[in-house]
């Protein structure tokens, strides 16, 4: 079975420095990774994805993500924060090789913080 | 851009009633999903189709139905709404398993 979790329940960080939102994920195969955002009673917004290929996926608004297959991880980062980046992050993964209709799980998201 | 319309942001219902949520996209895609979001627990799939008349459980089916008559709209049901269905309820649609979901806005269900 495919999970994927999300260790912060809130992360804060000073507008102007980096910024990382961790995720991690287990599944049998090859995962396809997703980040998503959401704004106070909004729904969910693509930024980013890996599939295949490049480790560092560049997404929407700055965003980037790492993927790393030792660790499981696929972790969101920004190099600069801005005020406008508070909000909710989920991650999500799907198992291409699981089997059947692939759904997603998502993790339970990480409340993102930017202080002025 | 893809635009996936729920019918209502806000609803207020009464326990015991038939409760329909209605999801529209506007992209032709064949996969659309509902989900449930609960602080603290992320999100839950209900249902999901990948084609007309087609569903498939999700991880969380009971006391809910789903109607997919048209490839555009996807419907949720509760048959008997119950306070423990309070929850903000996200409609989903994406046009391949590997691409990304586009969701709606979200209604806010609260049954009392």
């Known amino acids: 079975a495919q999970s994927v979790a999300q260790p912060e329940d809130q992360v804060n960080v000073a507008e102007g420095n980096p910024l990382t939102v961790k995720c991690t994920y287990s599944v049998s195969g090859n995962p396809y990774l997703f980040w998503y955002v959401q704004y106070p009673n909004r729904g969910l917004q693509f930024l980013l994805k890996y599939i295949t290929g490049d480790n560092l996926v560049k997404g929407s608004y700055g965003f980037e993500a790492e993927f790393n297959k030792s660790q499981t991880s696929f972790h969101l980062k920004k190099p600069s924060a801005l005020v406008s980046d508070s909000a909710l992050y989920f991650c999500a993964v799907r198992d291409p090789d699981s089997g059947g209709y692939q759904k997603v799980t998502f993790g339970t998201g990480t409340k993102l913080q930017v202080i002025p | 851009d893809v635009k996936v319309t729920q019918s209502s942001r806000y609803l207020v219902k009464r326990t015991g009633e038939k409760v329909f949520l209605e999801c529209v996209q506007d992209m032709d895609h064949e996969n659309m999903f509902w989900y449930r979001q609960d602080p603290g627990l992320g999100l839950r799939l209900i249902y999901f189709s990948y084609d007309v008349k087609m569903k498939e459980k999700g991880d969380i089916p009971e006391g809910y139905s789903v109607s997919r008559e048209k490839k555009e709209r996807f419907s949720l049901i509760l048959e008997s709404a119950s306070t423990n269905q309070t929850s903000m309820y996200l409609c989903?649609?994406?046009?391949?398993?590997?691409?990304?979901?586009?969701f709606g806005q979200g209604t806010r269900l609260t049954v009392v």
């Open positions: 989903a649609s994406s046009l391949l398993p590997r691409t990304e979901a586009f």
